[in-house]
């Protein structure tokens, strides 16, 4: 009974979490499209004598920090595959040193039986 009630909680957390995404999603996205709609001045920059054409005030932050977001993500999901990957390998390890204990034990104790 403990575990099926272990596992509605669990999935009620998934869902609570999934929902806090989405609403933090939606809450992003009507921000940005206000940001946006706001500041629509065109701008243009001069930087070490490269020089951008006029945009908006808004694209000037905007894709900066979209392109850092999306470079977060990056930079975490090849952190999250290295670990997925040490686990994997601990996880193959553990089972083998599970392995030889059980055999350790056996042999043991066949010694004992013999005596």
């Given at each position: 009974m403990a575990d099926y009630e272990l596992t509605v909680f669990a999935t009620i957390v998934v869902w609570f979490r999934r929902l806090l995404v989405l609403a933090l999603f939606v809450v992003l996205l009507?921000?940005?499209?206000?940001?946006?709609?706001?500041?629509?001045?065109?701008?243009?920059?001069?930087?070490?004598?490269?020089?951008?054409?006029?945009?908006?005030?808004?694209?000037?932050?905007?894709?900066?920090?979209?392109?850092?977001?999306?470079?977060?993500?990056?930079?975490?999901?090849?952190?999250?595959i290295r670990l997925r990957l040490a686990n994997a390998s601990l996880k193959r390890k553990l089972v083998r040193r599970d392995a030889e204990i059980q055999k350790l034990r056996s042999s043991a104790l066949k010694g004992l039986t013999d005596a």
């Open positions: 009507v921000f940005f499209v206000n940001f946006t709609l706001s500041n629509t001045e065109q701008i243009s920059l001069e930087m070490g004598g490269l020089a951008i054409p006029a945009v908006s005030s808004s694209t000037l932050v905007m894709v900066p920090f979209i392109l850092g977001g999306f470079t977060g993500l990056l930079v975490s999901l090849v952190l999250v």
